[in-house]
């Protein structure tokens, strides 16, 4: 089963992932998208999905949208470009971080079955869920291979310890 963290903007859901994987101590694969307030333009702040694990560089090629007066549009290329590269990762041991699973990438339908690809698998998932209700992120949520865990600003603490044991006994049950 895959750790499906949902919540609301700025509950802490990359937080909490981000403490998991540095307990957990496993290698990563996977992707991170991330608003890079600092570049911001005339077009808004852009924001770039990287490999998780590795260097964040921003290229066109990794450019999936832009958010301007709190409203998102998105770069559909860049989903489909990086849904097209993203392999399954060879390391038996490897965690997948899905950081973040949201709205923007529901245009992309090869972003969105590969998403639900990689839940069909075996190998561990962990990912934050925007709690917006679209058909593609009820789906997400709704997957019989993942539990939700609903994260608040009260409960955030407490579930760190939560999911990292729930992650740990799904990397024990690994063949």
Same mark, same amino acid.
């Given at each position: 089963?895959?750790a499906? *963290? ?7 859901k990359?937080?909490?992932i981000r403490?998991?994987l540095?307990?957990?101590?496993k290698p990563?694969a996977?992707?991170?998208t ?5 570049? +911001?333009?005339?077009?808004? @702040?852009? *924001? =770039? *999905? =990287?490999?998780?694990g590795k ?10 949208? =832009? ?5 998102? @549009?998105?770069v559909?290329e860049?989903f489909?470009?990086f849904a097209?590269?993203? @392999?399954?990762?060879?390391? +038996?041991?490897?965690v997948?971080e899905?950081d973040?699973i949201?709205f923007l990438?529901?245009? @992309?339908?090869?972003f969105?079955d590969?998403?639900l690809?990689l ?12 709690d917006k209700?679209t058909?593609?992120l ?7 291979n993942?539990?939700?865990? =609903? *994260? ?9 310890r ?7 006994s799904q990397?024990?049950d690994?063949?």
């Open positions: 089963m895959h499906l *963290i949902v919540g609301a903007n700025g509950t802490g990359t937080t909490l403490r998991v540095q307990a957990l101590q990563v996977g992707f991170e991330v608003k890079e307030d600092a570049l +911001a333009d005339a077009q808004g @702040s852009p *924001i =770039y *999905i =990287y490999e998780a260097p964040h560089r921003q290229t066109p090629e990794n450019l999936v949208g =832009y958010c301007r007066d709190r409203k998102a @549009s998105a559909l860049g489909d470009r097209r590269q993203f @392999s399954e990762p060879t390391d +038996a041991d490897c997948i899905m973040e949201g990438e529901t245009r @992309s339908q090869l969105c590969r998403i690809t839940l069909d698998g075996s190998r561990p998932v962990l990912a934050a869920v925007r209700d058909p593609f009820r789906s997400v949520r709704a997957h019989p993942a539990r939700c865990f =609903y *994260i608040t600003p009260e409960n955030r603490e407490a579930l760190f939560e999911v990292l044991d729930f992650m740990r990397l024990e690994l063949p």
